[in-house]
T-cell receptor, first 115, second 110 residues
Framework: DGGITQSPKYLFRKEGQNVTLSCEQNLNHDAMYWYRQDPGQGLRLIYYSQIVNDFQKGDIAEGYSVSREKKESFPLTVTSAQKNPTAFYLC??????????????FGDGTRLSIL | QKEVEQDPGPLSVPEGAIVSLNCTYSNSAFQYFMWYRQYSRKGPELLMYTYSSGNKEDGRFTAQVDKSSKYISLFIRDSQPSDSATYLCAMGGNTGKLIFGQGTTLQVKP
């Protein structure tokens, strides 16, 4: 089955700790995205990538970092600089270049909480 | 003013009712429109995708786009308890980012 796999489903972060969220897709999509979802708010874009070894900041990139070493993988690191990391994190992908008219498809998210 | 406005609800209806979910937007550059369904603790699932004004039907779901009024709707006929979820509208243009509404929570009571 083609899709997007996010892991882990739940993650807890201690003070001063960096944590990495995994996102893997087998849809052969070029573009990948990371969003943050908070209660009562729409999805907010953290980072996106159009191609391997390329990525761009979204609207709320501060305190986050990404890499795109393989087409299938787009991990997100939540650094200790992100002071309010508790949220539901969603990874998405789309065919062709980012923000073309192709719809985005989502994984099932990772819920990150502070210990 | 937000680029996309969506009433958060919650909206509660009896089983079998027709449901109308709506979004308004301010950016006339938006060209394509989507509706996603999101169950609790899950990722959004694409329901409908439209690229022009008018109606698009898929089973019990109808998406309607009125570009002149900057208004989109999703209608659900014969609603079922399994339709209980949060519905997100999303829209974008050729070079801009996808903008999401905050979502409407729907509960269909048996």
């Amino acid at each position: 089955d083609g899709g997007i796999t996010q892991s882990p489903k739940y993650l807890f972060r201690k003070e001063g700790q960096n944590v990495t969220l995994s996102c893997e897709q087998n849809l052969n999509h070029d573009a990948m995205y990371w969003y943050r979802q908070d209660p009562g708010q729409g999805l907010r874009l953290i980072y996106y990538s159009q191609i391997v070894n390329d990525f761009q900041k979204g609207d709320i990139a501060e305190g986050y970092s990404v890499s795109r070493e393989k087409k299938e993988s787009f991990p997100l690191t939540v650094t200790s600089a992100q002071k309010n990391p508790t949220a539901f994190y969603l990874c998405a992908s789309s065919r062709d270049r980012a923000f073309s008219n192709q719809p985005q498809h989502f994984g099932d998210g990772t819920r990150l909480s502070i210990l | 003013q937000k680029e996309v406005e969506q009433d958060p609800g919650p909206l509660s209806v009896p089983e079998g009712a027709i449901v109308s979910l709506n979004c308004t937007y301010s950016n006339s550059a938006f060209q394509y429109f989507m509706w996603y369904r999101q169950y609790s603790r899950k990722g959004p699932e694409l329901l409908m995708y439209t690229y022009s004004s008018g109606n698009k039907e898929d089973g019990r779901f109808t998406a309607q786009v009125d570009k002149s009024s900057k208004y989109i709707s999703l209608f659900i006929r014969d609603s079922q308890p399994s339709d209980s979820a949060t519905y997100l509208c999303a829209m974008g243009g050729n070079t801009g980012k996808l903008i999401f509404g905050q979502g409407t929570t729907l509960q269909v009571k048996p």
